[in-house]
């Protein structure tokens, strides 16, 4: 599986952005599907996930963040909407074949990594 994040950019707090993550290869609509981040200095850490008809958020984006997806398009989508500076990163889309529900904020659970697309707010 491939996959291919898109659609980060600067923007100013308070503003919104919408992720994109392509893939190909495989059967995309029995996968499972995160988005992580990265900032400078830190960890990644998990952001959001869906796996069939579970939905899981951080606890610091819940509200704010969705996340969803189109098996027509092979796409998935993380609307991020009341930015703001805490969430500059560079954000990543992960895909699994299968994973428990446990296991969707665990990064190393996830098999395939898209290449990262950053994501900068200004205050």
């Known amino acids: 599986v491939q996959l291919q994040a898109s659609g980060g950019g600067l923007v100013q707090a308070g503003g919104s952005l919408r992720l994109s993550c392509a893939a190909s290869g495989g059967s995309f609509s029995r996968y499972a599907l995160g988005w992580f981040r990265q900032a400078p200095g830190n960890d990644r850490e998990f952001v959001s996930a869906?796996?069939?008809?579970?939905?899981l958020f951080a606890t610091s984006v819940r509200g704010r963040f969705t996340i969803s997806r189109d098996n027509a398009k092979n796409t998935v989508y993380l609307q991020m909407n009341s930015l703001k500076p805490e969430d500059t990163a560079v954000y990543y889309c992960?895909?699994?074949?299968?994973?428990?529900?446990?296991?969707?904020?665990?990064?190393?659970?996830?098999?395939?990594w898209g290449q990262g697309t950053l994501v900068t707010v200004s205050s």
């Open positions: 869906i796996r069939g008809g579970d939905k």
């Open positions: 992960a895909a699994a074949e299968s994973l428990i529900y446990s296991s969707l904020p665990n990064d190393g659970a996830w098999p395939y």
